[in-house]
């Protein structure tokens, strides 16, 4: 449907078009809700051959799951999707049915809702370690949930970002042998004896560089010249969320353990009355299930704030 010939207000406008957004979408659809996907087409798991740990869909490429699902939410009447980016939205104000705001589109186009949803995903940034980057979603990895079967008894590595690291050195250890990557970070001599208890070794110098034909891996390559053999990589990266759209708006940000994220309510409402959000960017935890089922309450959350009126 074109953009051209929808009504002067849609119910709402979703921004992210990937498991979180398109989870919502669906939701509104079935509420027989005018509904404006805006996507860019760039979600977070594209480096990823295959997406696990999904219901019913274990080993689907998630770039796949994402066609098939478009493709369903599309098929109702009153969805549209809308390729582009998100730049700025404001609250213009409040109209007969609710809140009223406003998105810019990078097309210079405007659409206009009643409710926003942000499934805006996160972009990860990674540690300035040369090889580590073109690896991602391949050798180097950050959910053992999703990737860890497949590594199962390979030499594995976890890179040291902080206390958490221990934990997550632990967990790694369920899959296969495993180091811990200390990269000149310090450890204390409890947390040393437990990983050493529970057979997890430690390396304590930097990391230079990653090794091996891209994008997998065969070494990590010390700073002190040893090469420290090693098949997979699991980091937990720092992430960023899109500020100038999330500030354009006013939502409020807390500090997630890996990185900012967008403050929400239970019923996954911003500090923004009539902006929902849902995904990466809105929960804890990060693989395709909780995203998807992320979405499904944002969606209906937000279609009971349009029953409701102003009142969520």
């Not at 696990?52 to 493709?71: C, K, Y």
């Not at 730049?87 to 406003?102: E, N, T, V």
């Not at 926003?116 to 940034?125: E, K, P, R, S, Y």
């Not at 959910?143 to 790694?172: D, Q, T």
Request: charged share 20%; with cysteine; net charge neutral.
């Amino acid at each position: 449907m074109p953009i051209e010939t929808l009504d002067a207000s849609l119910d709402a406008v979703v921004i992210g078009g990937s498991f979180a957004g398109l989870s919502a979408a669906l939701q509104l659809a079935r509420a027989r809700r005018t509904v404006a996907v805006v996507d860019d087409g760039a979600p977070r798991n594209r480096f990823a051959a295959r997406s696990h740990g999904f219901f019913a869909q274990d080993g689907t490429p998630p770039l796949q799951l994402i066609a098939a699902a478009r493709e369903r939410v599309q098929a109702y009447p009153t969805v549209q999707f809308v390729s582009g980016r998100a730049l700025r939205a404001r609250r213009d104000g409040d109209g007969d049915g609710g809140r009223q705001f406003s998105v810019s589109l990078d097309d210079g186009r405007t659409l206009a809702a009643r409710r926003l949803l942000l499934a805006i995903g996160v972009q990860d940034t990674f540690p300035d370690i040369d090889g580590l980057a073109p690896r991602w979603g391949v050798s180097v990895l950050h959910c053992p949930y999703c990737h860890g079967y497949e590594e199962a008894g390979r030499r594995l590595g976890v890179l040291s970002a902080g206390p958490a690291s221990v934990h997550h050195a632990l967990l790694i250890k369920e899959w296969g042998p495993t180091t811990l990557l200390l990269n000149g970070q310090p450890l204390d001599d409890d947390e040393a004896g437990r990983l050493r208890a529970h057979g997890v070794a430690i390396e304590p110098a930097v990391v230079q560089a990653l090794e091996g034909p891209l994008p997998r891996l065969s070494a990590v390559r010390l700073a002190d010249g040893r090469s420290l053999p090693l098949d997979a990589l699991f980091v937990a990266p720092r992430v960023r969320i899109g500020h100038e759209l999330v500030d354009s708006l006013g939502c409020e940000l807390t500090d997630g353990p890996f990185g900012p994220m967008l403050r929400v309510n239970d019923m996954k409402q911003t500090s923004v009355p009539g902006v929902y959000a849902a995904g990466d960017a809105a929960h804890l935890r990060h693989n395709a299930t909780f995203a998807s089922a992320d979405g499904v309450l944002a969606g209906v959350s937000l279609h009971h704030s349009l029953i409701a009126g102003l009142g969520a």
